[in-house]
């Protein structure tokens, strides 16, 4: 029975529905959402307090209390890149009383780890998306690059002598970067750094060449010229700085992952709870007060639907994993 109701999770994301309604009739679960919620519901958040997670977490926390006429409580569940957190939301029964507010980190840990103790495909059910965090590659103003395609000529042409900085092997930051490095082709040197700030300073100083950014923080440092924001990461240009163009739009295609928010439950949680839950928390996106909040943070509020966060699960799943071993990274 388990390995039907699986199957079923599945299929919900791989989006043959996207309420999950399809879901329901099939049988994966005979729950019922009346009277949900009927006590407390725990938002573990797997990361520290004073994060942008936590932020979101705290934030929508008391808006959903109103909403769902129960109390949230946030349970910060930290450390391991996020599997405590997500391994406490596979134990959990699959009621809607227990969700996590997760990250990109969840679909990167499966790649970076050779054993979880979950299966980071089926057992979790996707809410929606929450938030996303464009990313954006930036050098140091003194390398004679003035687009992207400028910068990878430059990089071939000095193979193995340049160095790009990370905030840690295997953080977004790094999986962008080799993303990019692998498909172009690219010889240049991983430096990474115990911490965000010293990778910055680093490539503001010139002992990096490159790094990347969110768009938000790369931004903020190219118009204090401090750093040369050359292309954002995604499908089109970013809402934070337009007048950047993507990688796309330079032929270089394949560089669309995000750093994404979202919410998600305990895999066969009843399709009818997680389609109330992922309307209030749409919902709660729109308000002016919410997106006024997020975009302080660099972040772009991302309402959605569940088949479309676990299809950005899906694929990030297989993107990091092909990453990770191609570039032979090992994690720390």
Known sequence: MQEVQRT???ECLNGAVKAGLLCALLGASTASAQGYPTRPITMIVPVTAGSAQDFIARQLGPMLTQRLGQPIIVDNRVGASGVIGATALARAAPDGHT???GAIVFTTAPA????????AAADFAPIGPVAKAPMALGINPNVPASNINE?????????????YGSPGTGTPHHLFMELFRLQEKLSIVHVPYKELGGMVNDVIGGTLE????????????????????????GKERSTIAPEIPTFRERNID??????????MAPGRTPPEIITRLNIEVNALLGLPAVQESF???????????PA????????DLERWQRVVREAGIKAE
Not at 254 to 263: A, L, Q, S, T
């Open 308 to 315: 479309e966060l676990g299809t950005i699960i899906r694929n």
């Open 99 to 101: 969700i996590m507010l």
């Open 151 to 163: 910068f990878v000529s430059f990089v071939q042409a000095r193979p193995g002598k340049l160095n």
């Open 254 to 263: 394949g560089m669309d992952p995000e750093i994404w928010i979202g919410f």
């Open 295 to 305: 975009g302080k943070l660099g972040l772009v509020p991302f309402p959605g639907t």
């Open 210 to 233: 490159a790094g990347f950014f969110t768009v938000f923080q790369g931004m903020s440092l190219h118009k204090a010229g401090k750093v040369r924001v050359l292309a954002v990461v």
């Open 112 to 119: 970076l780890r050779t054993s979880l103790p979950y299966d």
């Open 8 to 10: 079923t999770v599945w």
